[in-house]
């Protein structure tokens, strides 16, 4: 049996009573943390916690050499630990349908999302975000991706919200940060002829999800750009057409400027 775990958002507890019974009852534990990581707890955080060994594996042990679990899963209880949700990366579905080409039974254990995680902090309704984008690091020009920049735009012509995932690089420990996302968009969008409010469109950064104090702070991107939102994991929201209870919910929640709010509301 091949059990995926998901962890939830920050710490070793964040995880379900459900997945703790899973981990308590494997006979080997894996991990991976390239998609994703717990910001508020190390391998030996979860390994003390849970009272279990881990094996981390890497991006190359899991996408491109996976036997090892395989074959371990076949005759034993084996289960693969992710951060977040573990069937939102599609590195995890791949690795259960080649789980299941080899008729080794699967299961999944769900965690807490960073997507449900955006709604519930922002106030923003989950049913009115649309497709979720995810911006690269800088390379080579250092401008936004036309990809990213058509997700935002399309979403924002229905009136929807764009959940922003911030990318992630774990070999060298590199997150991006809310404030480097919300400048490099800004001046994406101060040049691009599809976002009339440019660097003042309004955007909301939010830092720590999950954690006993996480961050949530709307603004503009020219104001978000230049604000320190301390340690990771950081996402960036582009909200679209705003219900009454969600401007308000942004003003009380996270501080949106009422002048700024005001243009967004649904009359």
């Not at 977040?84 to 990366?89: C, E, L, R």
């Not at 909301?204 to 978000?224: K, Q, W, Y």
Request: hydrophobic residues 40%.
């Amino acid at each position: 049996m091949l059990t995926f775990v998901g962890l939830g958002l920050y710490d070793e507890r964040s995880i379900t009573i459900e997945g703790r019974d899973a981990l308590a009852d494997a006979d080997r534990v894996f991990a991976e943390f390239y998609t994703s990581k717990l910001a508020g707890a190390t391998t030996s955080d979860l390994e003390a916690f849970h009272d279990v060994d881990i094996e981390v594996r890497d991006r190359v042990g899991i996408e491109r050499d996976p036997e090892p679990l395989f074959d371990a899963a076949r005759d034993s209880s084996v289960a693969v630990l992710v951060a977040g949700d573990p069937m939102i990366a599609t590195t995890h579905v791949d690795l259960r349908l080649r789980a299941t080409e080899r008729e080794i039974d699967t299961r999944v254990v769900h965690g807490t999302t960073a997507q449900t995680a955006a709604s519930s902090l922002t106030g923003l309704q989950n049913y009115r975000f649309g497709k979720a984008t995810t911006l690269p690091f800088a390379y080579g020009s250092g401008g936004v991706p036309e990809s990213v920049l058509t997700t935002v735009s399309e979403n924002h012509e229905r009136g929807l919200h764009t959940l922003c995932y911030l990318d992630i690089e774990a070999e060298r420990e590199a997150y991006m940060g809310a404030d480097d996302a919300a400048r490099r968009l800004a001046s994406a969008f101060g040049e691009d002829e599809r976002f009339d409010a440019g660097e003042e469109t309004l955007a909301v950064a939010i830092a720590r999800a999950g954690s006993p104090a996480p961050t949530v702070r709307a603004d503009r991107l020219s104001v978000l750009s230049t604000t320190d939102f301390g340690d990771p994991l950081h996402l960036l929201v582009v909200p679209g057409d705003l219900h009454h209870v969600e401007a308000d919910a942004l003003e009380a929640l996270a501080g949106a400027p009422e002048d700024l709010i005001g243009s967004y509301r649904v009359r």
